[in-house]
């Protein structure tokens, strides 16, 4: 069965610090990869998705990037954390056509 | 732009009561649409996958309606329970299988 995991749980930085926050996928592959933020009083916001290792599409101007240096493996990065990057960080895989979407735990994070 | 509507944000309900949750959606243009469940700081649940062929999906005391010509979906819960207590999100999804959501349901099941 495929299995979805997030590091860390939960995480507490400072403006102006580095994030880096991993996902990877078990019993599965060439899944797509998506990055999600739950923000407080908004909604669920996708920021990035992944088709293949090494392609990366955003769909939001931000100062974060993701990258997926392995086919099961996704990575959300940050040079320098806002105070607007707290949230609810979520990863998840689906297969390659319209199909269900399978969310890992998720990532809290604040920036203080 | 894609705009999901959840209706209403927040609502208590007796157990044993139906449960009625709304979503709406601005495009019609979608591939499928998919119901969750949300447990506080927790992850989401899968709860439903209706395909943009289909007009409704059925999973034990669960029901998903589906009328895309109208930008609508509604989840029936049967009998509800105090274990059903959760945020409930809709979720529109469009070309590689991106979400789309709502801010969601808050359901409380009172005992």
């Known amino acids: 069965s495929q299995t979805i995991h997030q590091w860390p749980a939960t995480l507490v930085q400072p403006v102006g610090s580095p994030l880096s926050l991993e996902c990877t996928v078990e019993?599965?592959?060439?899944?797509?990869l998506y990055w999600y933020r739950q923000a407080a009083g908004r909604g669920l916001q996708l920021l990035f998705y992944?088709?293949?290792?090494?392609?990366i599409s955003s769909e939001v101007p931000q100062n974060l990037s993701a990258s997926r240096p392995q086919d099961r493996q996704f990575i959300l990065s940050s040079k320098k954390l806002l105070l607007s990057d707290s949230g609810f960080y979520l990863c998840a895989w689906s297969g390659r056509i319209t199909d269900t979407q399978y969310f890992g735990p998720g990532t809290r994070l604040t920036v203080l | 732009k894609q705009e999901v509507t959840q209706i209403p944000a927040a609502l208590s309900v007796p157990e044993g009561e139906n449960l009625v949750l709304n979503c709406s959606f601005t495009?019609?243009?979608?591939?499928?649409l998919q119901w969750f469940r949300q447990d506080p700081g927790k992850g989401l649940t899968s709860l439903l996958l209706?395909?943009?062929?289909?007009r409704e999906q059925t999973s034990g005391r669960l029901n998903a309606s589906l009328d895309k010509s109208s930008g609508r979906s509604t989840l029936y819960i049967a009998a509800s329970q105090p274990g059903d207590s959760a945020t409930y999100l809709c979720a529109v999804i469009k070309g590689n299988n991106r979400l789309a959501f709502g801010k969601g349901n808050q359901v409380v099941v009172i005992p």
């Open positions: 992944s088709v293949g290792i090494g392609q």
């Open positions: 019993g599965t592959s060439n899944p797509n």
């Open positions: 495009d019609s243009a979608i591939y499928n």
């Open positions: 209706i395909q943009s062929s289909q």
